[in-house]
């Protein structure tokens, strides 16, 4: 559904937020956190500033991997945000890459709420065929936030860099 194909549009995507999250305030912090059998973090949080490459560098390094462990991924992100931040001034954010289907064992969408409970937004992007059994949007649905009245999902197809709307997110 995607050339050359859904990692590589996936890695487009976070290489583009990235590019557009420095531009709006360099200052923040991102981490990056893989989710397949197992949940790893690829990078603590680091501040744009002075880590712009070194995140762009292994978002490059990506590589897919088996399963979609989406309650880990969710999980270690948040302990992430919460071994890190202090400042209750600071939106803690988790950015969510995938087609929403979940393969291992737990309840995203439970996992989801608490938190976003703690105060950390959540915000889901598709990836894959819209309208397709390989897309689960209804689950990415429940798993993003609302935000200011405004639902923090959206869809990444074909016409990714025509559709796609990072605005929103920074």
Not at 120 to 129: F, Y
Request: aromatic share 8%.
């Amino acid at each position: 559904d995607f050339r050359p194909t859904r990692m590589q549009a996936m890695k487009n995507a976070v290489i583009q937020y990235l590019q557009c999250k420095w531009e709006a305030d360099y200052s923040d912090e991102v981490g990056i956190v893989t989710f397949s059998g197992f949940s790893k973090i690829v990078s603590p949080l680091l501040p744009l500033e002075y880590c712009y490459e070194q995140l762009i560098g292994k978002v490059k390094l990506l590589q897919p991997e088996s399963a979609t462990n989406i309650v880990g991924g969710l999980n270690l992100a948040g302990e992430l945000i919460n071994k890190k931040t202090t400042d209750s001034s600071i939106v803690n954010r988790i950015i969510l890459l995938s087609d929403g289907g979940h393969t291992e064992s737990g309840d995203p969408v439970k996992i989801a709420e608490k938190l976003k409970f703690k105060g950390i937004v959540i915000e889901c992007v598709g990836i894959g065929a819209k309208n397709s059994a390989d897309l689960h949007e209804e689950s990415l649905r429940k798993i993003a936030s609302i935000w200011n009245g405004t639902l923090l999902y959206r869809w990444i197809g074909a016409e990714f860099f025509s559709e796609f709307d990072l605005k929103l997110i920074v």
